[in-house]
């Protein structure tokens, strides 16, 4: 049974820090791409940011500079370091793993969604 758990949400003051972490059990992590999400009232859910399982990141524009995303394989855990935090940064966050299997028409996918954990930016 895959499971994906995400920690660290709550609320921060504009201009502080969080750091949000998933913890993923049931998949081979280390062959995994993972990346976070987010979803703020109203909005489609959107990539904050994301890292493959060879290191290679990448960050929405909104959060270049401010946001870091890493992984430990090891503790089969990705985390988003959360910096100069904005109050549009307010949503739910979620973690997902993305992997793959095959070739051509045969490829299958394999994406797994945590549950969300609330990040709250306000004075």
């Known amino acids: 049974q895959v499971q994906l758990v995400e920690s660290g949400g709550g609320l921060v003051q504009p201009g502080g820090s969080l750091r949000l972490s998933c913890a993923a059990s049931?998949?081979?992590?280390?062959?995994?791409?993972m990346g976070w999400y987010r979803q703020a009232p109203g909005k489609e859910r959107e990539l904050v940011a994301a890292?493959?399982?060879?290191?290679?990141?990448n960050y929405a524009d909104s959060v270049k500079g401010r946001f870091t995303i890493s992984r430990d394989n090891a503790k089969n855990t990705v985390y988003l370091q959360m910096n100069s935090l904005k109050p549009e940064d307010t949503a739910v966050y979620y973690c997902k793993s993305s992997s793959s299997s095959g070739t051509g028409w045969r490829t299958k996918f394999y994406d797994y969604w945590g549950q969300g954990t609330q990040v709250t930016v306000s004075s």
């Open positions: 890292v493959t399982s060879g290191g290679t990141t």
């Open positions: 049931g998949i081979i992590f280390s062959i995994n791409d």
